[in-house]
């Protein structure tokens, strides 16, 4: 396993559509290990593959609490079959937008349709932060950004921030 770079904005590869898995085999289940080290290094509770520079359709996840025992999650070829009208806001952050937090309006529930560790297809609800997060990966498989769906002002703003603090960071390494 291996903790791989976490790509950041303005990156555009992170605008990139995923494209879909075609066999679960060792190697993408090698991704997923990797995916899955890297995230729990962040930390951070998702991470989709292309924000580790890999455009294909895999998720992982792992909603545990700190003082829970880890409980990973893979989703390969995932898709959201249903969202229920009901709408609820919830304060997100990203790896890839560092240090920056705001409110994002998503559906209360979503169901799922993906593919597991070893290519099983598995049908499921997601409600609470399950259902957050998964439409949060989702959104990165199309290049799309929760600071995407804030107002354009906003947007500017958190990349201006995630560039100056990335310029801070380096000129004190320096
Ligand atoms: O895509 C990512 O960067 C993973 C996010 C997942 C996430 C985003 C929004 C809401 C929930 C989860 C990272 O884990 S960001 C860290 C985080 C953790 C808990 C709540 C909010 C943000
Ligand atoms: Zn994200």
Redesign the pocket.
Known sequence: MAIREILTVPDPRLKQVSKPVETVDDALRALMDDMLETMYAAP?????AI?VGEPVRVIVMDLAREDEAPAPRYFVNPEVTWAADETLP?E?????VPEVYDEVERPARVKLRYLDYHGHQIEEEAEG?FA??FQ??MD?LEGVL?IDHLSRLKRDRAVAKVKKDRLTRRSKAA
Not at 92 to 96: A, D, H, P
């Open positions: 951070g509770i998702g991470l989709a924000q919830y997100e952050g990203c790896l890839s932060l957050v997060c949060h990966e990165h929760f």
